[in-house]
């Protein structure tokens, strides 16, 4: 059995009823009580995760990489709101991290009656455990799946993640031969636009002073020619320009006359929103 550790950052698993609302209070001691399984645990902190910055999320990096030869895997018991992000934060800031890391949260608090809370945590802790190479995934609504490709697509059900790429992880995948590396964010002025029909002109070029932007292109790779008119103009003022299809299973594709902008730029191919905003922040895009 594999020693593991793990991290708890609070979250609705963590959660009890106040009066002013569901507020994340057990630890990690508390919530292994609700498992089959025992490891040791750090309580990181106990806090909603739509409100984790960046600078959290590397904390919990540093953590997991001064523990790297303590610990054969991690799981980190998350929110479910941001959990997306933080697995994509990690998975940029652990390069051929040759341990296993498992996110996992729940739609409802491991309090409540009928929660799934209960099945994630111990998916995590059951993969985990086993010792096996899964690298940095989540686990939730029965499923593993991967960092570069996991987003939440809905509020309420518990099967709330899925793939861009549709890619599950049913079995234990080979383990990086490189040397493992931690790197740190090279900027974090990166902009994300969304093409709609009437976006105006203005509002892209109000991006100027971002290093690079992320812009959300309509199916395919449209967008309006004003659109791409201004997306030149950043390009000319230094800004990189990334492209990525509006749709949760799209990719750009060079198909279309009216497609232009998809040869100009450059394209993010079958990574979730998520993972794509820090691989543009984390230089990975090369």
Known sequence: MANTLMITTGGTISCVSTDNGLKPDLKG???LGYTDYTCDVLDFKLIDSSIMTDPERQEIAKVIWENRDKYDSFVITHGT?????TAAYLACALQNFNKTVILTGSQLPIVFE???????LNLALKTALT???YGICIAIG?????AESVTKFETEGFAAFDNVNKNYLTAPIEKPESVAEYLEPKTNMV?????????SRDIILSYVTM???LVLLLGAGGMPQVCENALDRLQSAGVKVYIKSQCMYGK???IYAAHSGAKKYIPVKNESLEYAIYKIMFDLTK
């Open 29 to 31: 001691k508390d919530l």
């Open 81 to 85: 709101d941001s959990m997306a992000y």
């Open 114 to 120: 009928k929660t799934d809370a209960v099945d994630n």
């Open 131 to 133: 010792g096996q190479y």
């Open 142 to 146: 029965g499923r593993l799946l991967p």
């Open 191 to 199: 902009g994300v636009i969304y093409i709609t029909p009437n976006l």
């Open 211 to 213: 290093d690079a932007v």
């Open 252 to 254: 750009i594709e060079d």
